[in-house]
């Protein structure tokens, strides 16, 4: 008897714990919790970057390296910034990931929503589901910063026989879904991304909150802020602020993961549409539209939306440039210092989709100088066109 089954049935998913195939580079993105791993050497972000072929065939055009919004932000029709009219509680920023994932399923768009709650023992612990009702997306809401297996759940998008789905997620576990979309018997997948950067394992993230915090055990939940500054929130509602230029850089040097320190696919090149804060002014949100699938899951939560044009002010290059070697050898200011800094550079330095260059550089330029030293061997297959380019207009220190 011959079976029809996938070849991939045959596959079997590793146990939790054992070494991934990417090793240490492992992003904990979940493929290879399911017999998906079949695919694994084509598919995993950090064994075969593939993120130019990918982009064309889910946007249907290479990203143009002589525009410099696509060079930084990717393929893409319009760019914005928004924010909900009436936030979600507690969401990350305004809640648009999850308004337009509640859209997408009750107006019936969709089956079913992959997104990532946390356990209830740990706020910061992650565990993905396919949420099938509004409620599931909200339990859903606030990062959690730290590796998530989003594709862990795959193989129960096969056997639910689902054929309608949204996928929420950040790079590279959206590099490994884009992968292996053809094979998951899917009539539409629709992709709804956020940026994502300098994410670190549990246990990372604990070495991180008690170097930083002034109450670690208290943190629901943070971000790096447009105002040079890491915000804290707190369980009894207070904020913390930590100028970005005081943090222990030495102590920190090593907390976040490996795959992160070589990861260039800080925008979520893949995506249909992607969420972040970065482009826009503070409070708002950053919109990127890359195609029309993604136009078309924007339009589900227009109506609940105020939005502006994206703007761009200041000069990020010289800050880039002295950021390199700084990082490189760990220094830290004392707080008087990087608070002064903290705020001269808010007045002056860049704002809107120039910060998120700065971001971009920065991140670039550290993360090239760590492969190069620890994956020689990797860098030239590893690191996209665009990345490269954008890296060669830095002067980075010799080795
Ligand atoms: P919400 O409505 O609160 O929804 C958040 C969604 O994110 C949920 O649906 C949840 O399923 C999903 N999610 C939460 N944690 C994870 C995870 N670990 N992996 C995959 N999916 C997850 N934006 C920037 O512009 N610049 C940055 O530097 C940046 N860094 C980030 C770093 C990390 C580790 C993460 C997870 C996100 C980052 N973002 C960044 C995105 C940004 O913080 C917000 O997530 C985004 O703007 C959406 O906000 P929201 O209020 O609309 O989301
Ligand atoms: Fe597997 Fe994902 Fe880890 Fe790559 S990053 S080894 S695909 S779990």
New binding site residues.
Partial sequence: MTSTAPKHHKAKALKPGSVRPAKELCSECGLCDTYYIHYVKEACAFINQQIPELETESHGRARDLDNENELYFGVHQEMMAARKVEP?EG?????????I?IEMLTQGKVEGVV??QNTPEDRFQ?MPVIARTPEE?LA?????????P?LSILEQVEQSGMKRLLA???GC?IQALRAVEKQLGLEKLYVLG??????VTRAGLQKFLETTSRSPETVVHY??MQDFRVHFKHEDGSTETVPFFGLKTNQLKDVFAPSCMTCFD?VNSLADLV?????APFGW??IVVRNDTGKEMLEMAMEQLETQPVMSKGDRRQAVQQSIPAYDQGVTLPMWAAKLMGVVIEKIGPKGLEYARF?IDSHFTRNYLYTKRNYPQKLQQHVPEFAKKIVDQYQLPED
């Fill in positions: 979600i969401a990350q920023w305004t809640g648009i990931v999850s308004t994932a997104c990532v992650p997306i859903a809401r606030v990062n959690k910063p730290t590796l998530s989003n929420i997620g950040v576990q956020t940026p994502c950067v300098d994410n971000e790096f800080y969420v972040g804060y970065m482009g949100q950053w971001s």
